[in-house]
């Protein structure tokens, strides 16, 4: 069993940036991040595979959003710039045995999530 810890959430104002992290216990093969905002489901955000070599974004992210990973840390992270408040969401990070890209119900590992709100 893989625990997932996120961190680096809070309050910025549009345009500002945040870097989210999620320490893994153990090894894992692709992860990724996704969001939820109030009353909506939950949405794919990036994922990146075991050696960095593949990426995917969303497209509203694309340009503004960077996912990367050290592996020797087993930690993933999210780099989020040019922040608009419609990226207010709970961002959650995932780790899967396998590439799943943006397939939720494949990853087998979650966390508890961190809160972004950014303010207009």
């Known amino acids: 069993q893989v625990q997932l810890v996120e961190s680096g959430g809070g309050l910025v104002q549009a345009g500002g940036s945040l870097r989210l992290s999620c320490a893994a216990s153990?090894?894992?093969?692709?992860m990724g991040w996704f969001r939820q905002a109030p009353g909506k489901d939950r949405e794919f955000v990036a994922a990146?595979?075991?050696?960095?070599?593949?990426?995917d974004n969303r497209n509203s992210v694309k340009g503004r959003f960077t996912i990367s990973r050290d592996n020797a840390k087993n930690t993933v992270y999210l780099q989020m710039n040019s922040l608009k408040p419609e990226d207010t969401a709970v961002y959650y990070c995932?780790?899967?045995?396998?590439?799943?890209?943006?397939?939720?119900?494949?990853?087998?590992?979650w966390g508890q999530g961190t809160q972004v709100t950014v303010s207009s």
């Open positions: 995932a780790a899967g045995k396998g590439y799943y890209g943006d397939y939720a119900s494949w990853y087998e590992y």
């Open positions: 153990g090894r894992t093969n692709s």
């Open positions: 990146i595979s075991w050696s960095g070599g593949r990426t």
